[in-house]
């Protein structure tokens, strides 16, 4: 099979290196990979809002059916096949969301199998090692192999020269290629670990229902659909009182 990445090649500014995109090919599947996962999480935290066209059963036999066809019509029109391959991935993709936004709602009361526990600590597991172990790693031998930041002779600027060479001032210190590799990475932890952070925080409360306003009903159900009131709960009118009967002034 060929790679599926088209052969592009992006010369960064300021004498960073060329960036070619199957040269950075195991860096960009790892992110591609771990947008996707921390995509299917939130997308699991949300509640169901599509219908699904057709049956489980039928929605998870299109799974190796999506796969198979893909890999078959490959073969079979070697001339199309790196865009055969990227529209399969691009379908199979579709599919799983499609099948996590149309899930049967979980009663939020009803414990967690074994089965689901472990199946969900793998994935936190899997996800985790994608965002501190497997993206850093792979930038580090990108950028040290491909766009040489590991030559500690090569500055992006050092100290006694002008800033951008146009203001009057000078850099106070120097700069090489490792201790911007370096920063990158960082960087990288950082961000990671707010959206670990904020994805924690969103599961623990994936359960809470917002405040009543005027235009959110006041009771929910445990799915998290709108209650409609019934006869009991909705105040019954009160009749008007009867006029009392007029009586003769002679009496």
Not at 201 to 223: C, G, I, L, N, Y
């Amino acid at each position: 099979m060929p790679n599926l990445l088209p052969n592009w090649t992006l010369t960064l500014p300021w004498d960073l290196g060329d960036f070619n995109t199957r040269e950075a090919g195991r860096l960009i599947w790892s992110i591609v990979l771990l947008v996707i996962s921390v995509a299917v999480v939130i997308g699991l935290m949300k509640a169901p809002k599509l219908k699904r066209p057709f049956s489980t059963k039928v929605g998870v036999a299109l799974f190796p059916a999506i796969i198979v066809g893909t890999l078959v019509l490959g073969k079979l029109i070697p001339s199309f096949q790196r865009t055969i391959i990227l529209l399969g991935f691009v379908v199979l993709v579709a599919h799983m969301f499609l099948m996590i936004g149309s899930r049967k709602p979980r009663d939020p009361e009803e414990p967690a199998t074994w089965a689901e526990c472990f199946a969900g600590a793998v994935g936190v597991f899997a996800i985790m090692a994608l965002a501190y172990a497997i993206v850093p790693h792979e930038f580090l031998t990108f950028a040290n192999a491909d766009l040489e930041w590991g030559d500690s002779s090569k500055f992006v600027f050092q100290s006694g020269r002008e800033i951008l060479g146009i203001l009057p001032v000078n850099w106070p210190f120097s700069m090489d290629y490792p201790a911007l590799r370096d920063i990158v990475v960082a960087t990288i932890y950082i961000v990671f670990l707010g959206v670990n952070l904020k994805l924690w925080v969103m599961w623990q409360e994936r359960h809470k229902v917002a405040a009543a306003t005027d235009d959110t009903p006041p009771k929910r159900s445990r799915f998290g659909r709108p209650l409609r009131k019934t006869a009991a709960e909705t105040p019954a009118e009160v009749p008007a009182p009867m006029p009392e009967p007029a009586t003769s002034g002679g009496a």
